[in-house]
């Protein structure tokens, strides 16, 4: 558990890409009473023509299917066929732009290329066409012959491209996941604090509570260390990310099933029924508990099976996700305020470093974060932040990395229509807050201070995340959110400590450290007593 928690820090601020492709709708009708329409994907290139951005200043065109000819020489078709009609031929043998020519000249106003591949941005060369004014879009193979087959035979089209919206409940979404995620994860946290305290104060449970206990303290220097394997493990999915990312793969479906399994298993704990129990290896166990642990490698298995299928896999890698977020932040302890500020300070400069700083180290120009993020065949894919938009499509021809919540946009726009973008939250922006937030919770465990430094801590993180998307909508680029989320969450827990006259403390840690020492120290002389007493009889 450790090696894998390990492991998948290195992996916090990775990002993944948006498509720098422009998109637009096509919006048929057919000639029914009343009218059937639909609307279908189109991509075109904004340099080569401008689209209406809404339907009230589009004209329709009757359209023409000539997708029997690819339209690479003039004579492929009837004289007049075109004329004053919105064409629709199919792709390949010779340039979009000849394509247009071609069709302009037969007095087409309207070009549409059916594409059976995946589609993908236009990038002629147009100052070789300047003469070429009509809109020319790709659409899919597949859209035009279920034009057909809906709208019949005479359909009438039409192009437009609808600005996408500045706001979109997706990020109401990802919000509450990620601040639910925070204060459970805190709160989870303190209640295994309290045990613990309880477990040192009755010598009769220490032992229990001793093998039971999971917890990875870390310390300042662990903590640089920690953030060093980050750096180094990004640099190696840099150079080797078409073998890494099975690896990464892996160790997600089994750190995710080992974290559901402890967070399901916590809850079922609390449940007084079905505690029949089977002898098994000298061991007592629950069949609940066998049963559970089934259940949850049978989801990551199923996850991992079915990771492409972007309609609804999302919701299953969401589940094991916000699963992984909590167990680490429960299992994973900081001792004191100070390893707090080191860890926390350390990956903000290492997330703005691989974003914003490696693009002018790197030959191509782009930042080593973004490159891993899109993969080896991302060098069209363009990233800013860790909150974006993500087109994906079942054919994408490679791997992404699964480190990130992901709920899809809601807002109907042509990526909606075109894809499924997604709104991402990397797990490093709920971990590593939520981190401090479970210190902040564990100190008002040992210091019976009612919660104050766990609420104003988790409060303190969603105002960071809201400023994340205030930030976000206004520069209308991805943003890192723990340049906003670490100073939130630092700033706020200090202003309490020292509001209270408690800085001194909380800096240092409690005495709870302290205490598990005498704990170790006593359990050291119970033992030294009771091999010194056999020779005194």
């Not at 010598?203 to 300042?220: H, I, S």
């Not at 709104?423 to 040992?446: E, K, M, N, T």
């Amino acid at each position: 558990m450790r090696a894998a928690g390990l492991l998948w820090a290195a992996l916090w601020g990775l990002l993944l890409p948006t498509v720098a492709a422009d998109e637009g709708i096509l919006h048929a009708s057919g000639n029914g009473v009343p009218p059937v329409t639909k609307d279908y994907c189109i991509i075109y290139n904004s340099n080569w023509v401008s689209l209406p951005k809404s339907l009230d200043n589009a004209t329709f065109r009757p359209l023409e299917n000539l997708t029997s000819t690819v339209l690479c020489n003039s004579s492929e078709v009837p004289s007049g066929s075109m004329k004053d009609k919105a064409v629709v031929v199919m792709r390949g043998n010779c340039t979009f732009l000849e394509k247009a020519r071609i069709a302009q000249s037969s007095g087409a106003k309207m070009l549409l290329i059916a594409s059976k591949p995946r589609l993908s941005p236009l990038s002629d060369n147009k100052t070789d066409f300047e003469d070429v004014t009509i809109p020319v879009a790709l659409i899919r193979y597949s859209d035009i012959v279920d034009m057909q087959l809906t709208l019949g035979s005479e359909v009438n089209v039409t192009l437009y491209s609808p600005p996408l919206p500045e706001f979109d409940y997706s990020m109401v979404v990802i919000f509450l996941i990620a601040v639910f995620t925070v204060a459970l994860g805190g709160y989870w946290s303190g209640v295994a604090e309290l045990e613990n305290l309880k477990a040192i104060a009755s010598p009769g449970e220490r032992e229990t509570r001793r093998k039971k206990e999971e917890n990875v303290t870390f310390t300042p220097v662990t903590v640089i260390l920690f953030v060093v394997i980050c750096c180094v493990m990004l640099v190696l999915l840099y150079f080797f990310y078409k073998w890494l990312v099975y690896v990464i793969i892996s160790v997600f479906c089994l750190a995710s099933a080992m974290s559901l399994y402890n967070c399901l298993a916590a809850l079922i704990g609390e449940i007084p029924f079905g505690q029949c129990r089977i002898a098994c290896c000298n061991k007592s166990i629950e069949v609940r508990l066998i049963f559970l642990a089934v259940f949850c490698i049978a989801a990551a298995v199923v996850w991992a099976v079915f990771r492409n299928e972007d309609r609804w896999a999302w919701i299953l890698q969401d589940i094991l996700g916000v699963a992984f977020c909590l167990n680490f932040i429960k299992t994973l302890k900081m001792p004191n305020f100070k390893s707090c500020v080191i860890l926390l300070g350390l990956l903000l400069l290492y997330d703005v470093f691989f974003v914003f700083i490696t693009p002018f180290i790197t030959k191509n120009g782009a930042s080593i974060m973004v490159e891993v993020a899109a993969g080896p065949f991302g060098n069209s894919e363009k990233n800013d932040g860790n909150l974006v938009e993500v087109p994906t499509e079942r054919s994408a021809p490679h791997e992404k990395l699964p480190v990130v919540i992901r709920v899809p946009r809601l807002e109907y726009s042509a990526s909606t229509l075109c894809d499924m973008p997604f709104s991402l939250l990397g797990f490093g922006d709920i971990i590593v807050p939520g981190l401090l937030v479970a210190y902040c919770r564990r100190f008002d465990v040992q210091t019976t201070s009612s919660s104050v430094y766990y609420i104003s801590c988790t409060i303190a993180y969603a105002i960071g995340m809201v400023l994340t998307f205030v930030v976000l909508a206004l520069m209308k680029m991805g943003q890192p959110a723990l340049l906003y989320l670490v100073p939130c969450t630092l700033i706020t827990s200090s202003l309490v400590a020292w509001r209270r006259k408690e800085m001194k403390k909380f800096w240092k840690g409690s005495n709870y450290q302290m205490m598990e020492h005498l704990d170790y120290t006593g359990n050291e002389e119970s033992t030294a007593s009771a091999t010194e007493q056999p020779g005194g009889q």
